[in-house]
């Protein structure tokens, strides 16, 4: 390479993609048109940063597994991503459109990102199916009769179409993430966002909730999901982010992330998480 | 490091709903009400024997409805309840639009629209109802051209749109944070998610002091006699001024008003127990 694309390259790659070092062979050219992409972005809560300068890009259908250690700044990323915070610096966009405070659009995008949380968040003064319909029909515009039908259609596909017509508060939690999951669906997003979505649950129910969601994986669906199941990002994983101090410190796909990450402290964190 | 921007963790996440307090009979404050009723009968009774009081009770039934050769016919008292209920009934739904918006506005995040909310409400809130309704009644009457029966319901509605504003906003800020991020992460607009998601969960916490408020407001509607208007108490007075009964009317009214405000209560706590039922 010559030494002035060398120099442009080293200095820009952190606005390539997050799959740039062997990536490219999984993402040909036609997939690696951006859904999301970030570009140096900063995050303040008053005095205090929350994220530093962070870049990142997700392709349409990859999978992003974001981890690091609590307060690292996890949730503000993804939330920035549809606007629930805004960033202070820098740019978001998704499908190319700008997220920020003074964006008019702003409920339009977020019809495309579905959002799943750690504390599920259903409207517990509806019914599973109007949780499911409600969206669709108040926000997309959707027959009532057509949105039930895709509401029961999605409840077959996380396993629970008998609970339609119970509340979420007769659930269990595993029941009430998949309903999460399904509410998100109802809306046919084109990305979804995960917030820790297994680590208010109990552990007998944690499977069900990631069997779904590698389920969701394989149908090609653009994720990012903040977990500290390292066996769910294996499994799904194209790439593999480490967070720490509001830093993206490493990123990286799973083979070498897992075996032999860059950063000391990204190693570290998974000792750590792994011993037990 | 806590994380401040979710919601804080509740130990069984939506398993639990907040019950409505104060289930089954309250005996003890009914006793003590009982009690305390009985007690200033007895002293007006007690007083009023040693006063030599000629008792009148035979005549008040006429004050209620009459049964002339023109057939039935509603009775004075019966008129001025009517007026009570129907002044009570349009200035609570006016008080409750009002409320509606000084809490939404005070709570828009604009700065013009909190420092106008806040303004009204420390100005409402210093100021006695009586002035309140004569500055209706005296000066904005004249000024818009309204009658006593128009400035009265403008006077209460505004002096209770205020204390309800306060009711509507904690009802609403009492919604978990996390409906509103799940309302607008499938796209609601701020709008969507107080129509659908927001208001519907808040009426539980407000139905409550909302009861209080009702109560209030029959109660207070008595304020606006002294501009005449003839509703209950005004009626009260004027019976008085022609039959010289005060004990008699005054007992009477006073039981007309708490049959109204019982009713009111009772009736709202069986609407709180349906919006409380565990689905
Ligand atoms: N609304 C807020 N106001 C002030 N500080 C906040 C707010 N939300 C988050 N923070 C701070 O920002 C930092 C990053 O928080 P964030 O919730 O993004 O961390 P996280 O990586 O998701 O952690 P966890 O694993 O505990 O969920 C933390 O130090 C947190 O205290
Ligand atoms: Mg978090």
New interface residues.
Partial sequence: MRSDIRAHYDKHKHLLYSQIEDGLARFPMEHRNNIISARNVDKF?GAFQALYDVSLNVAKGERVVICGP??SGK??LI?CM????FHNSGIITINGVEVNERSKQL??L??D???V?????????L?ILENLT??PI???GVSKVEAEERARNYLERVHIPEQAD?????LS?GQ?QRV?IA??LC?ETQIMLF?EPTS?LDPEMINEVLDVMIELADSGMTMVCVTHEMGFARKVADTMIFMEAGRIVETAPPNKFFTAPDSERCRLFLSQILAH | MTDLSAPAPQTAPQTTRPRAQGRGFPVVSVALYALIIGGIIWGAYAGAQSMGYNWQWYRMPQYFYRLTDDGFQWGEIAIGLVKTLQLSTIAFVLATVIGLVVALLRMSGLVVGTAVAIGFLEFIRNMPILVLLYLFYYVLGPVFGFDRFTASILCLAVFHGALISEILRAGIQAVAPGQWEAAKSIGMSTTQAYRYIVLPQSVRFMLPPMTGEVVHLVKSSAIVSVIAVAELTTIGRNIISDTYMSFEVWFTIAAVYMVVTLILSIGVSWLENKYAVDH
Avoid: C, W
């Fill in positions: 809560y609590s307060g949730s503000t939330r549809n606007g629930l915070e409920p339009a977020r019809q990102i579905g959002m949380f750690q504390q599920f968040n259903l409207f517990p003064h019914t409600i969206g108040r926000v997309r119970k509340y979420p508060n007769q939690g009430q999460a509410r998100s809306m917030d208010a």
